[in-house]
C-alpha cells in the first residue's frame, strides 16, 4: 500500500474516533444503567449436533410488539461465546458485548460452536466450514424466535471468518457485517507464522492445549497493557470451565487455507475493525479484502491502543463506539 494511501485509512479510522469524548461516556453510562437485562438460553440443532445459544435484550419479548434489531456474536479459535461476548469481571465495569448492544436496544444473540463451551462434543475440528455450518443452523433459530429475516453479525479473529464466510453462503440473512481482527492472506502476519510452525500438529489432531497460560497470552503476545490482568484471569475462569482442549480446525485454515472468503462475494455492508498492535494481519492484508468489497458502504477502523482482542481491551469502548456507529448508519439515498 502506498504511504498516503496508509495514512489516509490511518486518518480516516482517527478521525471516527475523535468523537469518543462523547460517545465512551455515552457507552459507559448505558454500560452502567440499573436494571436487569432479560436473558435465555435456547439450542440449534445440527443434525446431531447441539449448539448452544444465548440471547440477551432489554426487556423480555411482548406478543405484538415490533422486533428489534438483531446482533449475532461469533466467537474465535480459543474462547467459547458467553467468556467471549458476556464476561463479567468484578470491579473493572463493564465487559460484555451483549448487555452493552442490549441496552441499546438490539436483540443480541451468540452462539457456542460445535466442540466449544456447552456445545456438543465430537471427533470433528470445527474449522472454518464447520462453523457456517454451525451458523446456518443457529441464523434459522433466531429467525425463528425473532421474526428477523436478516441478522447484523460481528465476528473477531476466526469468528470474523467465519462471519464474512457466512455472509456469502447465505447473503439472504446479513445485514450489516463487522469483522474484527479479520485476516484475508495472512501476508507477513507475525501471528501466523509462528503459529504454522506447528501446521504438522494441526493437521494430525483435532484437539490442542487451551490452558491458563495460553489463554492470558492472547493480552500479552502483540504487546503488554492493552487488557488488564484481572480481565484475562477471568477470561481463563470462565472458559476453563469448559476443560482444557479446544479445536484445531480454525488454526490450521488460518495457517496452511488462506484466503477463504472472497471479498467479491461479500454483499452486505462492511466494517473492519483491527487493533493497533494486532499480530494477526497487516494494514496492508486488510486493505487488500476491503477493496474488492462490492458495497460501497464499507469502512476500515484502526482502534488506537488495541491489541488483538479488541473485545476485552481497555480500549474496549473505542469498538462499542465504532460499532454502534457503524450498525445505526442511516441508509445511503440511491443515485
Request: proline share 5%.
Amino acid at each position: 500500500m502506498s504511504q498516503s494511501r496508509r495514512t489516509v485509512i490511518q486518518a480516516a479510522g482517527a478521525g471516527l474516533l475523535t468523537q469518543l469524548a462523547v460517545g465512551e461516556a455515552h457507552a459507559a453510562e448505558q454500560a452502567q444503567a440499573q436494571g436487569e437485562i432479560w436473558s435465555a438460553d435456547y439450542w440449534a440443532n445440527k443434525g446431531d449436533v447441539k449448539l448452544a445459544m444465548y440471547r440477551k435484550r432489554a426487556s423480555a419479548p411482548k406478543a405484538g410488539e415490533p422486533p428489534l434489531p438483531v446482533l449475532f456474536l461469533v466467537h474465535g479459535s480459543s474462547i467459547s461465546a458467553k467468556p467471549s461476548m458476556d464476561l463479567t469481571v468484578p470491579g473493572r465495569g463493564e465487559y460484555s458485548v451483549m448487555n452493552v448492544f442490549a441496552r441499546w436496544g438490539y436483540d443480541v444473540w451468540a452462539m457456542d460452536h460445535e466442540n466449544y463451551g456447552r456445545s456438543s462434543r465430537t471427533s470433528g475440528n470445527s474449522d472454518i466450514a464447520s462453523g457456517v455450518e454451525d451458523l446456518k443452523a443457529g441464523v434459522e433459530v433466531v429467525a425463528r424466535e425473532t421474526g428477523q429475516a436478516k441478522v447484523h453479525m460481528m465476528g473477531e479473529s476466526s469468528g470474523a471468518i467465519r462471519a464474512a464466510a457466512y455472509a456469502v453462503a447465505r447473503r439472504d440473512r446479513v445485514d450489516r457485517l463487522v469483522l474484527s481482527a479479520f485476516t484475508y492472506k495472512g501476508t507477513n502476519s507475525p501471528t501466523l507464522a509462528k503459529r504454522a510452525e506447528q501446521l504438522a500438529y494441526f493437521r494430525t489432531h483435532n484437539m490442542r492445549l487451551r490452558d491458563r497460560a495460553m489463554i492470558l497470552s492472547i493480552a500479552t503476545r502483540d504487546k503488554s497493557g492493552t487488557s488488564e490482568p484481572e480481565t484475562m484471569q477471568a477470561l481463563a475462569d470462565a472458559e476453563l470451565k469448559f476443560g482444557d482442549q479446544c479445536p484445531t480446525g480454525t488454526y490450521l485454515d488460518m495457517t496452511a487455507n488462506l484466503p477463504l472468503v472472497d471479498p467479491k462475494k461479500v454483499h452486505s455492508p462492511v466494517l473492519l475493525l483491527r487493533g493497533e498492535y494486532d499480530g494477526i494481519a497487516t494494514l496492508d492484508d486488510i486493505y487488500d479484502f476491503y477493496k474488492d468489497l462490492p458495497n460501497g458502504d464499507r469502512q476500515i477502523v484502526v482502534l488506537p491502543g488495541v491489541a488483538h482482542s479488541v473485545i476485552l481491551a481497555t480500549n474496549r469502548r473505542l469498538f462499542w463506539h465504532a460499532m454502534h456507529g457503524f450498525l445505526t448508519m442511516p441508509a445511503p439515498v440511491a443515485t
